[in-house]
């Protein structure tokens, strides 16, 4: 992560009015500019840029994963194509062999990654009604290495006592991701209350309209972040400059 992109303290409705700027931009413009561009010129031939393909790197996609990290209070966001490529994201970092268990009305889409998808990479998928403490508690394995909950739900809308199960998952050695796409940052932060990851699918609240697909995973973690950075510039499926912008 740049160091260049500052996070002023300050009142999270403020913070989403200012959003974040670049101490290295030259021209200090109050709206990021966007860099369109899927290459960048090298000082010479023997050293690098701060940038060099924008499947690695973009300096827009930057501002846009700086401004979700400063709201959700973590220590890095990573953007994507879409919510599900985030959210395919955290689910195979279980790897193979591994389960998750995740809210019995998850969304089609989550479902659908769960249980069509990830079973031919050896992942296995168990489902529960995640506002149950006792029935969350009651359904962690062994294996269990992903718990996934959505709170509220899509589409049911249901609530989940975050604080409870991010216990059960410390005590389990489960890693608890929050899907909050329906709250957003301004009613929820649940790195707060003891999630390691948040996932978002940009393309709903944080974007606003309806003009971009995106989704954000933020995370407590810095060399968590470093993982997933790593497999995401391997796969590349790293949001667009463009949707970047439009959803900054």
């Known amino acids: ?41 090298q000082p010479g031939a023997d050293g690098d840029g701060a940038y060099d393909y924008s499947r690695s790197g973009n300096p827009t996609r930057e501002v846009l994963e ?24 955290v689910a195979r970092l279980v790897g193979a062999g591994g389960r998750v268990l995740a809210g019995d009305d998850s969304y089609g889409g989550t479902f659908r ?24 508690r009651d359904a962690i394995r062994p294996d269990t290495k992903l718990v996934l909950v959505e709170t509220p739900t899509n589409p049911m809308q249901r609530v989940v006592d975050l604080a409870a199960l991010a216990g059960l998952c410390r005590s389990a050695g489960a890693c608890f991701a929050v899907d909050n796409t329906f709250a957003s940052p301004v009613l929820q932060r649940p790195l707060e209350h003891g999630a390691d990851l948040v996932v978002h699918s940009a393309t709903k609240f944080l974007a ?26 391997a796969e590349g499926s790293a949001l667009a400059p463009f949707e970047a912008w439009l959803v900054a």
């Not at 403020?14 to 959003?19: H, K, V, W």
């Not at 933020?218 to 790593?230: Q, W, Y």
């Open 66 to 89: 700086h401004a979700v990290r400063d709201l959700e209070g973590g220590a890095f966001a990573l953007s994507y194509a879409s919510g599900m490529a985030a959210v395919a994201a």
């Open 1 to 41: 992560m740049r160091d260049d992109l500052r996070r002023p303290e300050m009142h999270v409705d403020t913070r989403i009015a200012r959003g974040v700027r670049r101490d290295d931009d030259p021209h200090r413009a109050t709206s990021p500019p966007l860099y369109q561009t899927a290459t960048f010129a």
């Open 113 to 136: 990654l769960l249980t069509r998808v990830l079973p031919a990479l050896g992942i296995a998928a168990d489902f529960v009604d995640t506002t149950d403490a006792r029935a969350v």
């Open 208 to 233: 606003g309209h309806g003009d971009a697909t995106a989704g954000v995973v933020v995370g407590r973690d810095a060399a968590l972040g470093e993982e997933l950075a790593f497999a995401r510039n």
